[in-house]
């Protein structure tokens, strides 16, 4: 079964406090995967997508690599503006780009504190 | 450019009551989505039309109904709501040649 398995659920920081975030999957033939931010109340917003193995993309504080089993979304010196859930999301096997359907993780929701 | 928009943005139902949630895009993308989020649960697919005049079920199809209105419209409805439909609804929309996928607000729906 494709699976996407996102940790940890909740990671508090302190401004500052580098660290990661970790999505891992279990779709073989993978076909792209794709992060989001969604901040409280609002709707997952798109940041990246990655395709293949030792892909990496940056984007202010943020930078996502990608394995052949999983991606890290690397926080450095987060701010308190940076708190929100990032969630995580591939294509599920023999799925088409035609109808664009995506498998989402449970998402990591971090908070920076100032 | 107001990009995917829905109404309501908030509903509160009483168990059998009807409704519909309506989405709309304007990047004339040909694939629309519906999701339903839950806490723990993370985001999971209730239908979608991957073109105009097409609709297929997602994971959790079970309770709901979809119209594929036109290419900027896609309507999601709920024939007798239940409390186990209680959470926020997302609809996203994506071009139909890539994964990216584009979304809405969200409706919170409590159903009671």
């Known amino acids: 079964e494709d699976q996407v398995t996102q940790s940890p659920e909740a990671l508090r920081l302190q401004e500052g406090e580098s660290s990661s975030l970790n999505c891992s999957y279990t779709v073989s033939g993978l076909r792209g995967l794709f992060w989001y931010r969604q901040d409280p109340g609002k709707g997952p917003e798109f940041l990246f997508t990655l395709y293949s193995a030792g892909e990496e993309k940056e984007k202010e504080r943020l930078k996502a690599t990608l394995t052949k089993k999983e991606s890290f979304l690397h926080i450095t010196a987060p701010k308190p503006e940076d708190s929100a859930t990032y969630l995580c999301a591939v294509p599920p096997k023999g799925g088409s780009s035609n109808t664009g359907k995506l498998i989402f993780g449970q998402g990591t929701t971090l908070q920076v504190k100032p | 450019n107001a990009g995917v928009t829905q109404t309501p943005k908030f509903q509160v139902l009483k168990t059998g009551q009807s409704m519909t949630l309506q989405c709309a895009q304007d990047?004339?993308?040909?694939?629309m989505y519906w999701y339903r989020q839950d806490p723990g649960m993370g985001l999971r697919l209730i239908y979608y039309s991957a073109s105009e005049g097409t609709t297929d079920k997602g994971e959790v199809p079970n309770g709901y109904n979809v119209s594929r209105l036109n290419k900027r419209e896609f309507s999601l409805r709920l024939e007798s709501a239940a409390p186990s439909q209680t959470s926020v609804y997302f609809c996203?929309?994506?071009?139909?040649?890539?994964?990216?996928?584009?979304f809405g607000p969200g409706t919170r729906l409590t159903v009671t």
């Open positions: 990047m004339n993308h040909n694939s």
């Open positions: 996203a929309s994506g071009s139909g040649n890539s994964y990216e996928q584009y």
